[in-house]
């Protein structure tokens, strides 16, 4: 028993030749899409050292904001 449409399945050499530039096309943007990506990646994320160095510069501010209000309410004089 033949296929319906067994005589219809050879394409055209042009044919062909479009889909195989059209593969390699889709392949060229899609390593050009993968790079793109990375870039926007590594410039969203920072590094583990400035994080770290953030965090350490927000402790000391607020343990000297704490300091100086301690200081500024334990050091009025008291009226006598």
């Keep these: ?10 394409s055209a050499p042009v044919d062909t030749y479009r889909k195989q530039i059209g593969k390699h096309d889709y ?4 390593r050009k ?12 994320s920072s590094s583990p050292v400035k994080d770290t160095v953030m965090v350490l510069i927000t402790g000391l501010l607020l343990i000297g904001g ?15």
């Design 27 to 30: 392949n060229k943007e899609k």
């Design 1 to 10: 028993m033949g296929r319906k449409d067994a005589n219809n399945t050879h």
């Design 66 to 80: 704490l300091y100086v209000g301690l200081y500024w309410y334990l050091n009025k004089e008291l009226p006598r």
């Design 33 to 44: 899409l993968k790079a793109a990506k990375a870039a926007a990646d590594l410039k969203k």
